[in-house]
């Protein structure tokens, strides 16, 4: 509701009213506060030129002002030329309109017939403190028209504010846990959080109108206002301070719409974008699979230059329509008001192609009258269509030709006492989608309005437009400013757009912001088995046996960390199993199992061995006809690495006694040699202690010699005799047979026997180194010898033995 108090006159006007008592006694001010006055009316003529009705005089030169009362906040004037009002105002003359107190004050405008031949409406401005205005007329007497019969209007028009917001991260993103505001840029700008972080946004409107701010007039905005927060996810919040926790990774578009009880609606968005897995896919080791004791490379890497990196995955943001706030459809005739919508975003080529591409323009809105009203829809290169047109009538500057007559009928629920109080907005929509009811045009329906005048409203609903979008809007760009305009004919009615919306089809473009983090920061994990370049997104490593994961680590620009593991499995090289014993023959050999090569590989091997199996075999066997140890290799194609084993190959056993005689003195040894093919696998009469090839033996009896391995076994045995060996002290070489010869069983038993003869001087008359007992007392040329006694050496056993006496030689 306005109420408008005169406060002052500088000169004096000669004023029109239907109720005089208005201002007829001497109080000069406006009686804003009585709700039956002129000045709660916006219908009534209560502002004139000084004539009353006739011309005005040449020469005027006339001020007045009106100001409102402490309830009201500003002041409206309605200059038409309908519905009981006129302007009539020569070119040569000017009403001057100052948005103040005085002429001072900042000039509104200089108004005639021919700059505004239907008249106009004026408010004093939100930079206007006191709410004045200051009229200033002037004539010059050159040519004279019939004035003025206008409105003065009080009242608390929607209050101009603003809205702000904060934003405060909790969690691991950057600026997380701290007091700083995260909103960047601030208001309008973007959130940046990991996935599980919570976000607190802070609504804080300013209203720098509020009476409490202004001491003036006006409606308490401060205490009555709802801060409502939506998301694009569907999330419907409200109050001045909210948490908000993404559920999953993408963008989501916040808008706090803040509605301060006139109802006026102010609106502002920011976009929160939660961190995407990165891509790791091109992180890798050279090898994967290795060979024990060697290294291999992995890789990382963000920067351009690098051949593989981690990649930021894309997010987006998903935007429902585009939206502008509360206008005001004041009285008027003939006058355009308009409201604009600036889109952006959308490729710069993106046009308007298809009839579907313009989903529905929907309007919150109320007013009074249907039947005075057209509005169209202006893109961005100027085209325009018509929503509707109501207006049978003719008017300068119509948006369209011919109107279907919309009479008293209110669209939404009115406030229809023209004093600039806000009714009841309802939604209507425009759309050439299926389903749509026909155009205002071709009839609509009507129920009982909703707002506080008493009346019918149209039903709301989706509704064609009255003129095609397509191809009327045929090749318009999307992005730029698209306008609402709307024509009010007729100077006795007002209402409010409260809010509208144009929604673009997804086929032109979702609609969608996209995102993408980058990665700012990487590094490895520390593990003992990197051998360099641990800080470099390419490193080495030398695992141990087994699998073993390093792990990359990543962070992007919104402060949020990843990581992938890239494992790498180092295997046994080749191994064969070993020593092997095989025996010789071409039918006998090695074979080895258990070869460890997975690729396979080849054999290296001395030439007196031989292949029992292709090749490729890596389970090979060998044979020989050589006994004897060989060392054979492998070498594996996966690790080109090198084995090597034993063979060896074992004879055929042979075991062959040899000695000279099996007949000792007693009290000497003999020492039995045997001849055998393997000399390493012997033993003496069952006895695994006695394995040597030769062995001593000075005890009569049966030994046996064994030799066994796995190709066979071989025996041979051997039994020894002891008797008494005596050696004579005197011969008698007379020819009688008795005691002729030099004879001892020593000779008879070794054939090693050594006989030395001294004379009694010392000098050696006989030796033999063979001695076969057939010395008879001759010296070795064969003279016979003196009688007389001799001096004997004799040695035997291999010199092992000597035996020494005397020997007398009787003739």
Not at 23 to 34: G, H, K, P, R, V
Not at 78 to 90: E, L, M, P, R, Y
Request: glycine share 10%.
């Amino acid at each position: 509701m306005k109420k408008i108090i005169l406060a002052s006159l500088i000169s004096i006007f000669s004023l029109s009213f239907y109720s005089q008592t208005l201002i007829s006694d001497a109080d000069t001010l406006c009686d804003c506060s009585n709700t039956t006055s002129s000045f709660n009316d916006g219908s009534v003529v209560n502002f004139q030129d000084a004539s009353g009705g006739t011309d005005y005089l040449p020469g005027s030169n006339d001020t007045i002002t009106f100001c409102p009362d402490a309830t009201t906040s500003k002041l409206f004037a309605t200059f038409a030329i309908d519905q009981g009002f006129s302007w009539n105002v020569d070119a040569s003359d000017t009403l001057y309109v100052y948005d103040g107190p005085n002429a001072s004050s900042p000039l509104l405008g200089a108004y005639n017939s021919t700059t505004d031949p239907n008249g106009m409406f004026l408010q004093s401005s939100w930079n206007n403190p006191s709410g004045c205005l200051t009229f200033v007329f002037i004539s010059n007497g050159a040519d004279e028209g019939t004035g003025w019969d206008a409105n003065i209007s009080c009242g608390n028009p929607p209050q101009p504010f603003e809205v702000h917001m904060e934003a405060y991260i909790t969690g691991t993103s950057n600026g997380g846990d701290d007091i700083v505001n995260d909103l960047n840029p601030i208001d309008t700008g973007y959130v940046d959080v990991c996935l599980g972080d919570s976000i607190q946004l802070v609504a804080l409107p300013l209203f720098p109108n509020d009476p409490s701010n202004t001491n003036n007039g006006g409606y308490d905005q401060i205490n009555n206002y709802v801060a409502t927060w939506e998301f694009s996810d569907g999330t419907v919040l409200t109050g001045d301070t909210i948490l908000f926790v993404p559920p999953y990774r993408s963008g989501f578009l916040v808008k706090l719409r803040i509605d301060d009880g006139f109802p006026q609606v102010e609106t502002i968005s920011a976009i929160i974008r939660v961190s995407t897995v990165p891509s790791f896919a091109t992180c890798r080791a050279l090898s994967d699979t290795i060979c024990a004791g060697e290294a291999t490379q992995l890789f990382g890497g963000i920067v351009a230059g690098d051949t593989v990196g981690v990649e930021g995955q894309p997010g987006s943001i998903d935007i429902d329509g585009s939206f502008a706030t509360l206008t005001y459809l004041p009285d008027g005739s003939g006058q355009n008001y308009t409201t604009d919508i600036a889109i952006s975003g959308f490729p710069t080529s993106t046009t308007i192609q298809n009839a579907s591409d313009i989903s529905r323009i929907c309007l919150s809105m109320e007013h009074s009258f249907l039947g005075d009203l057209e509005m169209t829809l202006t893109c961005p290169n100027g085209q325009s269509v018509v929503i509707f047109n109501a207006y049978s009538g003719t008017s300068a500057g119509s948006l369209a030709v011919g109107g279907f007559g919309g009479g008293g009928t209110y669209i939404g629920g009115a406030d229809d006492s023209g004093n600039g109080t806000v009714g009841v907005c309802e939604e209507y929509c425009f759309s050439e989608r299926p389903g749509s009811l026909p155009s205002w045009a071709n009839g609509y329906n009507t129920m009982v309005a909703s707002g506080p005048s008493i009346g019918t409203m149209i039903e709301p609903g989706i509704y064609n437009p009255e003129e095609a979008f397509f191809p009327a809007l045929q090749g318009c760009p999307v992005n730029g400013n698209w306008t609402i305009t709307v024509r009010d004919n007729q100077g006795i009615d007002d209402g409010y757009i409260c809010e509208w919306g144009i929604f673009l089809s997804g086929t032109l473009d979702p609609n969608t912001e996209n995102y993408t983090p980058s990665i700012v920061n990487e590094f490895w994990s520390p593990d003992p088995t990197i051998i360099t370049g641990d800080n470099d997104t390419a490193i080495v490593v030398l695992p141990p046996l087994g699998t073993t994961g390093y792990t990359f680590n990543v962070e992007d620009n919104f402060g949020c960390t990843y990581d992938t593991t890239i494992n790498v499995t180092a295997i046994q090289g080749p191994s064969v199993e070993g020593p092997l014993e095989g025996c010789v023959g071409a039918n006998a050999g090695v074979q080895f199992a258990n070869t460890y090569a997975p690729e396979g590989g080849s054999w290296e091997y001395p030439s007196d061995l031989t292949l029992k199996f292709p090749s490729s075999f890596i389970n090979q066997g060998f044979t020989s006809n050589t006994p004897g140890t060989y060392t054979v290799s492998f070498l594996d194609n996966q690790c080109s690495d090198t084995t090597t084993a034993q063979i060896t190959f074992l004879p055929i056993p042979t075991a062959e006694i040899v000695l000279e005689s099996d007949t000792i003195c007693r009290g000497d040894s003999l020492l039995l040699k045997l001849v055998t093919s393997d000399p390493n696998n012997i033993v003496w009469n069952n006895n695994p202690l006695f394995n040597t090839q030769a062995i001593s033996i000075s005890e009569a009896g049966i030994y046996t010699a064994e030799v066994t391995n796995q190709c066979g076994t071989a025996t041979d045995e051997f039994e020894l005799f002891i008797q008494d060996c005596v050696i004579p002290n005197v011969i008698t070489p007379n020819g009688d047979g008795q005691n002729d010869y030099f004879y001892t069983n020593i000779a008879e038993n070794y054939t090693d026997t050594h006989v030395i003869i001294y004379n009694r001087w010392g000098r050696k008359v006989y030796e033999n180194k063979n001695y076969d007992n057939s010395w008879d007392g001759v010296n070795n040329g064969g003279g016979k010898l003196a009688a007389g006694t001799y001096y004997y050496v004799l040695t035997y056993d291999g010199g092992s033995i000597d035996e020494k006496g005397f020997i007398t030689l009787m003739k």
